[in-house]
C-alpha cells in the first residue's frame, strides 16, 4: 500500500490555517511506518498533521523527530437512556434564537476553547483556536452543525451555553 493511501488533505483546516493540513487515516500503524507516512508528507508541504490513534503513546523520539507533541486526549462519555429526554425550558435556560452570534456567546465559545488543542499547541501562535470557535458558534447558531443551541441566562447576561446535535444517530 502507498503512502499516500494512509492519509488524506483536510480542505477545510488547510484553507482556515493557511497552511497544508492532513490527518493519517490508519490508527493501527507502528512507529517505523508512521515515520514513512510524515516523511512523504513533510515532504508534499504539510505543515500541520492530525494523528487520532488508538495506541496510549507513540514514540517520543518519533514525534520530537517531527516537532510534533500530544496535543490533547478525547474521551467520549456514553449513556443508554431509557426513555427519550424532554427537556422544558425554564426562567434560565432557553433555546438561543437571536440569529447573530452576541459577545456573551462569542465569549462562552472562546472560554470553551480555552483547552482546545488549538490553543494549547505553541505552534498556533496567532490565536487561531478563536477563528475556529467563531465559526463554530456561528454556525451552530445558524443550526447547520447543531440543532440547538441552549443558553442559561440571568437577565440579558449568557453564564452558560451547549450545543446539541446528532452523530451517528447518537446525541452529541
Known sequence: MSNAALYKKLEWDSQTFGIITGTVTRQDLDD???????????????????????????????????????ADEKVTYAKSLDTPFNYTPDDHIRSYDAGTVSPDLLRLAFDSGLYS????????????YQVLYRIWIERSVRREIAHEVLVYAEGTRLLGMVTLGEKNGRGD
Open 117 to 128: 488543542r488549538f490553543r494549547v499547541d505553541p505552534h498556533f501562535t496567532h490565536n487561531e
Open 32 to 70: 517505523a511506518a508512521l515515520r514513512d507516512v510524515l516523511q512523504a508528507m513533510r515532504e508534499e508541504g504539510y505543515r500541520l498533521v492530525y494523528f487520532p490513534s488508538i495506541r496510549k503513546l507513540v514514540g517520543r523520539d518519533l514525534l520530537e523527530s517531527f516537532d510534533g507533541m500530544l
